[in-house]
């Protein structure tokens, strides 16, 4: 599911309600940006892209293992204006398509890799698996709330080398929505676009509707390292897109200021979004960011903070300027449980995030400062997030939203819980799911029964028990594990 905005005369800067930088303000990160790119540069470590960046018209300064590109005023324009102005985001099937016109807002579980786990069984702390992956892509599939699937964990147990492997097959066996996910450099990028070919039901369905997108990291500060570099360009050249997303710690690779952490960060994003369409004219590139702070004096880099809220708005504003969809950090955690803290912690990330407008914002399930994932928090976090997009959908206006034929008959001093109106429009009416509306006795009898962290638990194996997820088509899987299998002899 997903929430646009109906109400007349929405301007696309202002969102929802929150207005991080005035139009001035927006044109100067600009004309700073155009700055770095020209006076400062970008360190680019593969030559392949060097040799790119060379042929547009940039100036390489070539180095022993890396070269710094001094990209012209010109270039950063035309690489804007080229890339595609709204996110389609196809599933497998026409009904998960997710686009992002209208500016819509939706959410999606994980925060990037998480490493470590909440054992839904033993509540105990322990390393990720592709079978956790799979569970966690599962259980979205089945969440309207989340129009698209992030990977949300590392399939631990397999060859490092090939986990983007596994768990992209993790994520395309338990979904048939729109998969993001990290390649890992030009190789797995290839291999992976060839699993997705194998899902679509061959290469002509996938081109025409690709269901992948490609995670690259710039490394701050203003770095495109090896790995990134490749990702771009083979996605570029297999016909996917991209989602750019830095993250830079303010005060430890990037300016402990946020005016300069935004300048910095707006550099990396249009640096790799200037090589994809370099490589591929129109490769679609989503403008992301998850940024933080460093804690110095507890050196940490906490994400339940206000600083991510802040950050996290801003990336939806500059991607509204430059008409690029967004993908933005919130719902994250740094409390170890589904517990208070991390409702206060979600809600201060999202909320903002949402009436900023951003397209999608990711981290249902993150805690521990994103280390960990918990099934409690991904549930309780899903159905926050539903209401946070009722608030954010706005109220419609018309004469049969006013009523006022029913407010005339009802008149001074009368009711309506009686009237055939309100019978047709009670199930419009957000209802409480997890949360609950009880009366005090009700309500220590259900926590006596179980608490509500519990009660999610309960929810997420339900989900999983009972929830099909569309099926590859026949024989995909077997082909795919032949892939993974292949590959995975090479790499020996």
């Not at 710690?249 to 640096?271: C, D, F, I, K, R």
Request: aromatic share 8%; charged share 20%; with cysteine.
């Amino acid at each position: 599911m997903s929430v646009r905005n109906t109400k007349a005369g929405f301007n696309s800067l202002n969102g929802y309600g929150i207005n991080a930088f005035t139009t001035q303000e927006l044109e100067a990160i600009h004309a700073a940006t155009l700055q770095v790119f020209w006076n400062t540069g970008i360190k680019v470590e593969t030559p392949e892209a060097l040799d790119i960046f060379a042929a547009a018209g940039a100036t390489v300064q070539r180095k022993d293992k890396y070269g710094i590109v001094k990209i012209p005023n010109y270039m950063v324009e035309e690489s804007i204006q080229s890339t595609p102005k709204v996110g389609m985001f196809y599933g497998r099937r026409p009904e998960d398509d997710y686009f992002t016109d209208d500016n819509r807002v939706g959410f999606t579980a994980g925060f990037g890799e998480h490493v470590k786990i909440i054992d839904p069984e033993t509540r105990k702390v322990r390393p990720t698996v592709k079978q956790d992956l799979a569970n966690i892509t599962r259980i979205q599939d089945a969440l309207a709330v989340t129009p698209v699937i992030e990977r949300a964990a590392c399939s631990g147990d397999c060859l490092p080398a090939s986990q983007p492997l596994h768990n992209y097959a993790a994520m395309v066996e338990n979904t048939s929505k729109h998969c993001f996910l990290g390649f890992g450099g030009g190789k797995n990028a290839e291999k992976i676009i060839e699993i997705a070919k194998i899902a679509a039901g061959g290469e002509e369905k996938f081109l025409d509707r690709p269901t992948v997108t490609g995670f690259v990291c710039p490394t701050s500060p203003l770095t495109l390292v090896n790995e990134a570099c490749e990702s771009i360009i083979a996605c570029a050249r297999g016909g996917i897109g991209i989602s750019i997303i830095p993250m830079s710690l303010s005060g430890a690779s990037s300016p402990a200021t946020l005016a300069g952490v935004v300048v910095q960060h707006n550099v990396e994003v249009l640096s790799a979004l200037i090589l994809a369409q370099l490589t591929r004219k129109g490769t679609p590139c989503v403008y992301c960011g998850c940024c933080t702070i460093m804690d110095l004096r507890l050196a940490c880099s906490p994400v339940g903070v206000p600083e991510m809220a802040q950050l996290s708005v801003a990336w939806a504003k500059i991607a509204q300027f430059y008409k690029l969809p967004s993908w933005v950090g919130g719902c994250a955690s740094d409390s170890k449980l589904a517990d208070a803290q991390q409702g206060y912690d979600f809600t201060l990330t999202a909320m903002p995030s949402a009436l900023a407008g951003a397209n999608v914002i990711y981290g249902l399930g993150a805690i521990e400062s994103i280390l960990t994932f918990d099934y409690a928090a991904m549930l309780l976090g899903a159905e926050q997030a539903e209401r946070i997009q009722q608030v954010v959908s706005g109220i419609t206006i018309n004469d049969e939203t006013m009523a006022l034929d029913l407010i005339h008959e009802v008149g001074p001093g009368g009711e309506y819980m009686t009237k055939k109106h309100t019978f047709e429009r009670m199930r419009d009416m957000s209802v409480g799911k997890l949360f609950n509306r009880l009366n005090r006795d009700a309500w220590e009898q259900k926590l006596k029964e179980k608490p509500i962290a519990e009660q999610a638990y309960d929810a997420a194996d339900e989900i999983l028990k009972n929830h099909k997820p569309m099926p590859l088509p026949e024989g995909a899987m077997a082909k795919i594990n032949d892939l993974i299998a292949e590959y995975e002899d090479e790499l020996k």
